[in-house]
């Protein structure tokens, strides 16, 4: 129910429309908050992201620096009285808030322009951008050591203390790296020995694992080496004019999407719709695109042609392969358990 001030506040956004000064795009509406699980201002263009909602929305999204496992875990805290509208996850993570009845179907305007297999058929979630993963490299923060090739050579003694990655049990970025290296090292989604086996030899180099995004550690030096995303690492070198490589693994790697989905019962479901309708149109894939994400809607070529160009060759991303995203959400669990038996010993 409206309470007097938002009532107010509508019939004067409906006047200002009828009279001509309301705002002229598709997307425009009288000011309105929407509450976003997990977007980081600094991960994944996100900050830039809620200000461009906001200036061609009227929706005001605050940040919220969540990773995608907490924000599940919020929600389903919050079940009774949900606080969320909508969330930002890693596809897993996403699969698995179906699963479980927190997310309410939605297939709006943008859900409908997303090629299937980018979506799911009901309407519970529905990829935003793509990424691939690999090294973000500080390579001045090496101090002369060499940039690694690939995920054996962490191993080496050498590179103690100067690596991190989000941890595996928490963050999809975690989870999927794991993912990642486990299919790099001849692993399937059946048999996670293999980056089991690696991830507890690498602990032995006494690795970082924070649970939060790690780009401004990287970006300082701090953590010279971070397994992330191609989009990080592009936009610390060219926006952030940082002294960061991107290393796709020798071995292989993985690419993942991300996505969106409708909290169940979320107390402004409407706010939230319309955010993921925005993000999904031309100016929301064309901003992920300039932020050097893959877009779901369209391609990077033609979107934002100058950032298409800083990307790796072609040649180094034959590398990056692709798993059955419903067989990675089920089989998380398991894997995340085994994983803190493994480094935990």
């Not at 950032?307 to 669990?333: C, H, I, T």
Request: charged letters at 20%; one cysteine or more; glycine letters at 8%.
């Amino acid at each position: 129910m409206l309470t007097r001030r938002q009532f107010g506040r509508n019939l004067l956004g409906s006047a200002l429309l009828l009279n001509g000064f309301g705002l002229s795009n598709a997307f425009a509406a009288p000011a309105s908050r929407a509450i976003v699980y997990n977007c980081p201002a600094e991960w994944a263009g996100w900050g830039a992201m809620l200000e461009l909602v906001k200036k061609e929305t009227g929706i005001d999204v605050p940040m919220d620096n969540k990773n995608s496992g907490q924000a599940v875990s919020q929600i389903i805290a919050e079940a009774k009285n949900p606080v969320a509208d909508a969330a930002y996850l890693g596809i897993s993570f996403a699969i698995n808030a179906k699963n479980q009845g927190l997310v309410e179907n939605y297939k709006g305007e943008g859900w409908q322009k997303v090629p299937e297999g980018l979506k799911d058929p009901e309407g519970a979630w529905v990829s935003i951008h793509a990424g691939t993963v690999g090294f973000m490299v500080n390579v001045e923060a090496l101090d002369g050591l060499p940039v690694p090739k690939g995920w054996k050579d962490l191993l080496d003694p050498k590179y103690e203390g100067l690596m991190g990655f989000l941890d595996p049990s928490s963050a999809f970025v975690g989870y999927a790296c794991a993912v990642a290296a486990n299919h790099a090292l001849g692993g399937t989604l059946d048999d996670f020995k293999p980056a089991l086996d690696y991830f507890k030899a690498l602990m032995q180099n006494s690795p970082v694992v924070p649970k939060q995004t790690a780009y401004a550690r990287c970006l300082s030096g701090e953590i010279p080496i971070l397994f992330d995303y191609d989009f990080s690492a592009y936009r610390a070198r060219y926006t952030d004019k940082a002294p960061i490589e991107f290393v796709i693994p020798s071995e292989g790697t993985i690419q993942v999407p991300y996505v969106m989905s409708l909290v169940k019962n979320a107390p402004h479901a409407d706010a939230g719709r319309r955010v993921i309708d925005f993000v999904l149109s031309e100016k929301g894939q064309k901003h992920w695109a300039e932020n050097y994400l893959r877009p779901v809607v369209g391609d990077i070529e033609t979107l934002a042609p100058e950032a298409a160009a800083k990307f790796l060759p072609a040649s180094e991303y034959a590398r990056a392969g692709s798993v059955d995203y419903a067989k990675m959400a089920a089989v998380q669990v398991a894997f995340s358990e085994a994983y803190l038996k493994a480094v935990k010993g």
